[in-house]
């Protein structure tokens, strides 16, 4: 498991002379990323989704800021923003400041979906395959290796001769953890995988902790190689990337000039027990 974060995230979206290293847990590869510090131009920041779950077509339009600037990052209203698959174009309007979305589109598995967003005189597109889903078949909660925190095992089988993306997202008694937990089955293809989510809870916050008798749940997305690839880079260190911290440019599949982001058509399922 790389732990590397279902709602829209909110994406780090100021240009940093920064190296980010991504670990992937139990090996000893890393990868090491830089990007550039100091003023820059203002960019969009478009973060879309969409899942074989009804009512979840989603997409959040911001802009950047400068890495000296403070961190609320300004919605961009006024855009137009569709999806198409097929020949069939979906319309999301606009349902608050920034926020695009639609109860009329739900995901199909192996449909193709592209976004297109025009603001003013750009237009920005990505394209995204939704995956066929895996099964989560299990969630369990027990201590890690080198540590007596407890961390949550996820269990599912992985389909042989196909190449399978996931993110997991984890919720304690309804809080979101800010480390990102991504996989795919190189090493482990048609193989039934138990990979704890580890993490750092490098600011001793007893609320990020798994206690006896929390509410523990585990979103699983199914999510295509583009997608995989963007979570893989939105690393800011070896503890795993938190979203609210120090921000990062990741590789994005949105196409135009001055945009960041990701357009994500994903499997979901969800895992909800109690901590033992």
Known sequence: MRSLSNFFP???????ALCITAIALFS??????????????????IVGTLTDQ???????????????????FPPVSGATVTVESNGVVTPLPETSSGLY????????PGNTYQLTVH?????????????????????YTSTGR???????????????????????????????????????????????????????????????????????????YCIDPAVYKYWYSLNDGATGANESASPANPVSNITGESVMGYFSAQTLQSRTIQAL
């Open 10 to 16: 909110t994406i780090a979206t100021r240009s940093l």
């Open 28 to 45: 000893s590869c890393q990868k090491v990323i830089s990007v550039d510090l100091g003023s820059t131009t203002t960019q969009y920041v």
């Open 101 to 108: 979305q639609t109860s009329a589109l739900t995901g199909i």
């Open 54 to 72: 009804p009512g979840t077509c989603q997409v959040s339009i911001t802009q950047s800021k400068n890495f000296s600037d403070d961190n609320n």
């Open 146 to 220: 080198l540590s007596t925190n407890k961390f949550v095992t996820v269990v599912y089988h992985d389909p042989a001769g196909v190449s399978n993306y996931y993110h997991f997202v984890q919720y304690v008694n309804g809080k979101k953890e800010k480390t990102i937990f991504v996989d795919n089955d190189e090493f482990t293809d048609g193989q039934t995988i138990k990979s704890q989510l580890n993490y750092n809870n490098d600011t001793n916050n007893d609320a990020r902790d798994i206690h006896t008798g929390d509410s523990v749940r585990i979103d699983m």
């Open 119 to 139: 603001i003013n005189d750009q237009v920005f597109t990505a394209t995204s395959t939704m995956p066929q889903p895996v099964t989560l078949d299990s969630i």
